[in-house]
């Protein structure tokens, strides 16, 4: 959508949008954070679990992408000032190309390098982007217009003439950091809980074969209870 439509005439609805995603996200983490499921140590034909090496073709794909898809991303947050863009689009680009960054080199090594402390750097994230959000909408009264108003104005800079700048770009700076905190939030919080169960195995017939006998076991507790 444009930033100008999306402050302007329907401020109110993409706050309270992105309050939700939030809002959602650590949802996500307060019922599933701690949760742990039961595994053997071998499959039911007793060979051990083990983990496949990721395919060096996508750990070199991951490293070219991501930059690029820094780029991109720039450009949509900065083309959706008056054509489609925006940060909730830019925010989801960028998520994606992390997201892939989990897939080649694993939950474990991709978070040691995003430095997410298990999670909670993406909590912050949402909080920072909510608050940029908030704060432009109250930065409003300052000069005397209800809360949300967008401001504009072309400041010249020298060599580089006049620059378009709008306080949308601000709100919309909130929405693009709420978006990725609340989508790595979520993914890294159902990858921890994933990996406890989720394993590259030898036979995967007996991965079938062990998910049925939980559920089996679930049953049987249900009754008995």
């Not at 998520?95 to 040691?112: C, D, N, P, S």
């Not at 709420?178 to 809980?193: D, E, K, N, Q, Y």
């Not at 006998?213 to 049987?220: I, N």
Request: glycine residues 12%.
């Amino acid at each position: 959508a444009v930033n100008v439509i999306l402050v302007d005439f329907r401020g109110y609805d993409t706050l309270g949008e992105i309050t939700v995603l939030g809002i959602a996200a650590v949802g996500v983490l307060a019922l599933m954070d701690g949760m742990r499921t039961r595994r053997p140590a071998t499959d039911a034909n007793g060979e051990p679990y083990t983990f496949a090496t990721r395919p060096l073709m996508l750990r070199v794909a991951a490293r070219v992408v991501l930059p690029l898809a820094l780029v991109v991303t720039l450009y949509i947050f900065m083309r959706g000032h008056n054509l489609p863009g925006g940060g909730f689009i830019a925010g989801l680009v960028t998520a994606v190309a992390l997201a892939l960054q989990y897939i080649a080199m694993g939950q474990t090594r991709a978070e040691a390098l995003l430095r997410a402390e298990g999670g909670r750097r993406f909590v912050r994230w949402i909080g920072i982007g909510l608050g940029i959000a908030g704060l432009t909408g109250l930065g409003a009264f300052a000069f005397g217009q209800p809360f949300l108003t967008s401001a504009h104005g072309h400041p010249h800079i020298p060599l580089l003439g006049d620059i378009p700048l709008a306080t949308a770009a601000l709100f919309d700076l909130g929405v693009y950091i709420t978006v990725v905190g609340a989508t790595l939030l979520t993914l890294s919080t159902l990858g921890r809980f994933s990996a406890s169960l989720a394993h590259e195995i030898r036979n995967p017939l007996a991965a079938i074969n062990y998910a049925t006998q939980l559920l089996e076991e679930s049953e049987d507790i249900g009754e008995a209870d």
